[in-house]
């Protein structure tokens, strides 16, 4: 499964960022995407993720630290799912990875195990 992610760069504090992660998996009736970070040091981390199950309406979450700053949000006819903080600090600055898997890859641990297929990560600096 291919998963280009894009958007990277430097962003002033208290700017906004938005990510992009093109797959066409999102196509699908079954799938979930997730956005995850790691910065230096630290362990990786959940920042949000997507997900489908069959018939049922798209659900998002969000990753407690998130405070509201956090987004997703997907364009089928661009294949791409987004991710945007508003209020960026330089806590935010991570390589910031995006993966898929099928839709109980998605929940409120955001957790990466269930996911199948990850991105090459994107590099995000926060400027102060």
């Known amino acids: 499964v291919q998963l280009v992610e894009s958007g990277g760069g430097l962003v002033p504090e208290g700017g906004s960022l938005r990510l992009s992660c093109a797959t066409p998996?999102?196509?699908?009736?079954?799938?979930?995407v997730g956005w995850f970070r790691q910065a230096p040091g630290k362990e990786r981390e959940g920042v949000g993720c997507i997900e489908q199950e069959y018939g049922l309406p798209r659900t998002t979450y969000y990753a407690g630290f998130s405070r509201g700053r956090v987004s997703i949000d997907d364009d089928i006819a661009e294949a791409k799912v987004y991710l945007q903080i508003d209020g960026v600090t330089p806590e935010d600055t991570a390589k910031y990875y995006c993966a898929v898997g099928k839709s109980d890859a998605c929940d409120l641990n955001l957790e990466g195990q269930n996911y199948v297929s990850w991105g090459q990560g994107t590099q995000v600096t926060v400027s102060s």
């Open positions: 998996e999102i196509r699908n009736s079954d799938f979930a």
